[in-house]
């Protein structure tokens, strides 16, 4: 059971996650995930979509339930977190990630080699200044 995992993981051991009469003593159905946990299992779902998380904005609509189902649909901006054939909405929110190495090509496309390869060109004069240009083709 992930709730209970994940609490003896964090440290997290309120009941409503991890035994079934507490949650209903508080009026819920059934155990569900820590809020941190729902975020946990939404950048690893990301992750393997091939992002890298670098921010994500979190709105919990309603508890996710230990050991149900979940589906998570993104437009590689937004993205929603469901639950079941009627497709229950759970989270939602929005993310920002740098896109991974590509393995087809080899290349970095990620910020950092971006940013190395504008350090890496010598700087140019800007366009009517007079001057000639370095090379010519």
């Given at each position: 059971d992930?709730?209970?995992?994940?609490?003896?993981?964090?440290?997290?051991?309120?009941?409503?996650h991890?035994?079934?009469?507490?949650a209903?003593?508080?009026?819920?159905p059934?155990?569900?995930?820590?809020?941190?946990?729902?975020?946990?299992?939404?950048?690893?779902?990301?992750?393997?979509?091939?992002?890298?998380?670098?921010?994500?904005?979190?709105?919990?609509?309603?508890?996710?339930?230990?050991?149900?189902?979940?589906?998570?649909?993104?437009?590689?901006?937004?993205?929603?977190?469901?639950a079941?054939?009627?497709a229950t909405?759970?989270?939602?929110?929005?993310?920002?990630?740098?896109?991974?190495?590509?393995?087809?090509?080899?290349?970095?496309?990620?910020?950092?080699?971006?940013?190395?390869?504008?350090?890496?060109?010598?700087?140019?004069?800007?366009?009517?200044?007079?001057?000639?240009?370095?090379?010519?083709?």
């Amino acid at each position: 059971d992930l709730g209970q995992r994940y609490g003896a993981l964090s440290g997290d051991a309120n009941p409503v996650h991890t035994t079934p009469w507490a949650a209903r003593l508080f009026g819920h159905p059934q155990p569900f995930l820590q809020g941190l946990a729902t975020r946990s299992l939404i950048v690893g779902q990301l992750a393997q979509a091939g992002f890298r998380v670098t921010r994500l904005d979190l709105h919990l609509c309603r508890p996710v339930p230990c050991g149900t189902p979940v589906s998570l649909s993104h437009d590689g901006q937004r993205f929603e977190l469901a639950a079941g054939a009627a497709a229950t909405l759970l989270a939602c929110g929005r993310f920002a990630a740098a896109l991974r190495r590509s393995a087809a090509r080899g290349r970095d496309f990620s910020a950092a080699a971006a940013s190395r390869a504008r350090r890496a060109r010598p700087p140019t004069r800007a366009r009517g200044s007079g001057a000639r240009p370095r090379h010519r083709a």
